[in-house]
């Protein structure tokens, strides 16, 4: 763990020498996860001049930024690499590693003739407000977005396990083997980074719309391919993926459970990732969610979850917490009101019926960890 402490005026003693400095950063590197010996085991180095790269857990990089130190962020773009197709058609381990490499040096080229587009039209004013944001960094690099990421993520490593392995995400196998891969895309991604300088993180792909479109087309043209839903799209639903290396979103309605499956795949992350704790028809206390969150930040090391409620809006009384087809409250008045039904998809609260037909069938499957929840 790092931490970035600015001093000024400080006296460092750098071999036998006495050294006043106008402005330093100091460093802490944090050698335990215990938090009781972290003050005892902290290594401190005074240091004046750019601190490039601090090499943390998730190898994030420390920049010296606009004159301070701040963290690298956001991305030019994402390529997300389709994982069922990717298991449907491969027929053994090193088949399937080598046509992952093949579409990794696909995305990197893809991401990097982005990136040079994105210069040029910075350099031609189309972002002006950019362009000024980041004129310091454009000095220093001579590049605009030198600190932005390219991104690689990933959808669908359920069904890729399903097609590959025949079987879930959270069976054992599976699992190991979800986690492999995750560590083989990290491996390339810092091999990418090394050779071209560039920075690249991998990312749990959101796939609102990704995770519906390429379930579709794949279904097209393999029909014998596995989709989260298989059984319904043999009844005429539409097909949809699930997200990135989640479980399915029918596996389990115990969070803990839940919890223990994703730990680790969520860590292997360098970009976003996160972890949905959805409610349904139970309006949870205050302290209940306090304690609920207590219990999960102690317990597992994900980086990021979120606690989401499904909650109903009448036209006549507003907010209604669960999932209503039709106001209970206008039943009770002797009349018949249709609600609008709230939940999010990935990162957005929205109106079902306003998601794509993909996600609508996912929140049919969608089971909800209510009972995780002790008032």
């Known amino acids: 763990m790092a931490t970035v402490i600015q001093r000024n005026r400080k006296i460092s003693e750098i071999k036998?020498?006495?050294?006043?400095?106008?402005?330093?950063?100091?460093?802490?590197?944090?050698?335990?996860?215990?938090?009781?010996?972290?003050?005892?085991?902290?290594?401190?180095?005074?240091?004046?001049?750019?601190?490039?790269?601090?090499?943390?857990?998730?190898?994030?990089?420390?920049?010296?930024?606009?004159?301070?130190?701040?963290?690298?962020?956001?991305?030019?773009?994402?390529?997300?690499?389709?994982?069922?197709?990717?298991?449907?058609?491969s027929r053994n381990e090193d088949e399937f590693f080598e046509r992952l490499d093949r579409l990794m040096l696909i995305a990197r080229e893809s991401l990097d003739i982005k990136r040079k587009t994105l210069e040029k039209f910075t350099e031609r004013g189309l972002y002006p407000y950019s362009k000024f944001y980041l004129r310091r960094i454009k000095k220093e690099f001579n590049e605009y977005w030198k600190n932005h990421f390219s991104t690689i993520g990933l959808v669908g490593m359920n069904e890729c396990c399903l097609n590959f392995l025949n079987c879930s995400i959270g069976d054992k196998e599976g699992l190991k083997f979800a986690g492999k891969v995750l560590d083989f895309m990290r491996k390339r991604l810092q091999d990418f980074q090394e050779e071209n300088g560039n920075i690249y993180n991998l990312e749990a792909t959101p796939a609102e719309g990704t995770s519906y479109r390429l379930a579709r087309i794949d279904k097209k043209k393999y029909p014998k391919i596995i989709v989260a839903n298989e059984e319904a799209?043999?009844?005429?639903?539409?097909?949809?993926?699930?997200?990135?290396?989640?479980?399915?979103?029918?596996?389990?309605?115990?969070?803990?459970?839940?919890?223990?499956?994703?730990?680790?795949?969520?860590?292997?992350?360098?970009?976003?990732?996160?972890?949905?704790?959805?409610?349904?028809?139970?309006?949870p206390g205050t302290e209940a969610i306090k304690s609920l969150v207590r219990k999960v930040c102690n317990n597992f090391k994900l980086p990021y979850f979120t606690i989401t409620p499904?909650?109903?809006?009448?036209?006549?009384?507003?907010?209604?917490?669960?999932?209503?087809?039709?106001?209970?409250?206008?039943?009770?008045?002797?009349?018949?009101?249709?609600?609008?039904?709230?939940?999010?998809v990935v990162g957005y609260l929205r109106p079902v019926e306003q998601w794509n037909a993909g996600k609508q069938e996912e929140f049919k499957q969608r089971k909800t960890f209510d009972k995780a929840i002790k008032d």
């Open 16 to 89: 036998g020498r006495k050294i006043t400095s106008h402005t330093v950063y100091e460093i802490g590197i944090q050698k335990t996860k215990h938090y009781r010996l972290r003050k005892r085991n902290v290594k401190r180095v005074y240091y004046k001049g750019k601190v490039y790269c601090c090499e943390v857990k998730n190898h994030t990089l420390l920049v010296r930024r606009n004159g301070k130190v701040s963290w690298c962020g956001n991305s030019i773009g994402v390529v997300t690499i389709n994982m069922p197709r990717l298991g449907y058609l």
């Open 233 to 283: 799209v043999k009844k005429g639903a539409e097909p949809y993926y699930t997200n990135s290396s989640q479980l399915p979103v029918y596996f389990t309605d115990d969070l803990f459970e839940a919890l223990t499956l994703q730990d680790d795949l969520q860590t292997k992350y360098t970009g976003g990732t996160v972890f949905h704790i959805y409610l349904g028809e139970r309006m």
């Open 310 to 344: 499904t909650f109903s809006v009448c036209p006549f009384h507003g907010y209604i917490f669960g999932n209503h087809a039709y106001c209970p409250k206008c039943e009770a008045e002797g009349r018949k009101t249709k609600c609008e039904v709230y939940s999010r």
